[in-house]
């Protein structure tokens, strides 16, 4: 079965550094989104991207988050100057025509 | 505002028992209904989309009432592997469809 690949599957970071996650989607699909879980909350909605932009994002993903498909297969999610509160799992999801949402592992990303 | 709401549990309930589970949603607009699980420190995956007319998928069953904004799972002979947290989820129209909101889940343990 096809599936959402994510890397690093985790990542510690010091508060103030950038990071970048990366992803690669299902290949067929065109839709693509990056979502987040702070440890013991719900899974909540960063970004949406197709047809090369950004199509919907969130209050959470501020200017500090960026995303960017580099290539026909990677997708990436950029904090620049991570918080202590960005500590969360970062997942990666892709759907084709946005039916079905495919999500990929996580990423764990801890800011110390 | 909470958009979407579930019982948190824990519930815990002996293997071959049947057990329920609610949500609401708050945006009358919401237009696609899914169940997801999730088991610990995973990726959500799809349980099964809920249709008006209610649907069926083996040993699960959802309905879905929009007058009440309401949302059920029902499973039926719970196995042990059905431990997991069951993510309520709606898609609200004029979003795209892949904006998914989460409820923060309800925990499941099935024991032997």
């Known amino acids: 079965e096809p599936e959402v690949t994510q890397t690093p599957s985790h990542q510690v970071t010091q508060m103030g550094q950038e990071v970048i996650l990366r992803c690669v989607p299902i290949s067929n699909h065109l839709y693509f989104y990056w979502y987040r879980q702070i440890l013991g909350q719900k899974v909540e909605f960063l970004v949406s991207f197709y047809n090369n932009e950004i199509s919907e994002k969130s209050e959470i993903f501020d200017d500090q988050f960026s995303v960017e498909r580099p290539d026909g297969s990677n997708f990436t999610l950029k904090i620049r100057s991570t918080k202590l509160e960005d500590s969360a799992m970062y997942f990666c999801?892709?759907?084709?025509?946005?039916?079905?949402?495919?999500f990929g592992e996580g990423s764990w990303l801890t800011v110390v | 505002r909470k958009e979407v709401e579930q019982d948190p549990g824990p519930f815990n309930v002996p293997e071959g028992a049947t057990v329920a589970f609610n949500c609401t949603y708050s945006?009358?607009?919401?237009?696609?209904f899914f169940w997801y699980r999730q088991d610990c420190r995973k990726e959500p995956k799809l349980l099964m989309s809920v249709y008006s007319s209610g649907n069926e998928d083996g040993r699960f069953t959802a309905q879905l009432n929009r007058a009440s904004q309401y949302i059920s799972l029902l499973i039926r002979d719970s196995k042990l592997s059905d431990s997991a947290t069951y993510l309520c989820?709606?898609?609200?129209?004029?979003?795209?469809?892949?904006?998914?909101?989460f409820g923060r889940g309800t925990q499941l343990t099935v024991w032997p």
């Open positions: 945006n009358s607009a919401s237009q696609s």
């Open positions: 999801a892709s759907s084709d025509r946005g039916n079905t949402i495919y």
């Open positions: 989820v709606v898609n609200t129209r004029g979003s795209t469809l892949g904006r998914l909101y």
